[in-house]
């Protein structure tokens, strides 16, 4: 009888032994990086080290601000981050481009980065285009400069107590004309730097006041012997 019972446990666990060999546990998938579609994700690995955790805050300009939102359109968004800007320190994210990222998750983070949008923020308000309209004028944007940027960035805009250079050859070696358009436009809130609506109380900058002070500052590179970079951003 105690034979018996002792071959009948041998048994079993032998059973089960092979059926431990025969369905080996099921190891967790593992997400290939190119495969990777979620915004939050893509955003903090690519982008939120200089923009910023949720587009703000960060050492670049503010992705979520509701200025550049309004002014930036999807194909800005896209441009930017497949191609990056040449000279400065936003890289291409597009495979295509020499980066990492496919077309694909190219277009998560721009849906992304719209989802931030808060177009009733600024509605009835009349923005200065993204892109140039019209012909800056360096001689007019002397004056624009004195008017709307003097009173916190220095006369000759090498800076004061209250904001710094913005004629300083290594900012303007980093900025592209499109880059000080922007700027000038959006601001840097975080920074205590007011859009084209406040630098002056009641009086918003127009499209010609804005394209003026961006040739101002473009000929500061010519007196610094400093050469202007790409013209995307």
Known sequence: MRSRLLIAVLSMLAGTACGVHENPPVESAVTRPDKILD???????NCAGCHGKG?????ALSLSDPVYLAIADDSVIQSVTSKG?????????????????TDQQIGVIVNGIRAWAKPDALRGQQLPP????VTGDAARGASVYETYCSSCHGIDGCGSARASSIVDPSYLALVSQQGLRTTVIVGRPELGAPDWRDD?????MSSQDVSDVVAWLAAQRTHTNTKPIGETR
């Not at 915004?39 to 690995?45: A, G, M």
């Not at 993204?130 to 309209?133: K, L, R």
């Open 85 to 101: 800007v040449a000279g400065t320190a936003m890289p291409a994210f597009a495979k295509g481009a020499g980066g990492s990222l």
């Open 55 to 59: 587009g703000k805050s960060g050492l």
């Open 39 to 45: 915004f939050n994700i893509l955003y903090s690995e």
């Open 130 to 133: 993204y892109a140039a309209d």
């Open 200 to 204: 002056v109380a009641g009086k918003p």
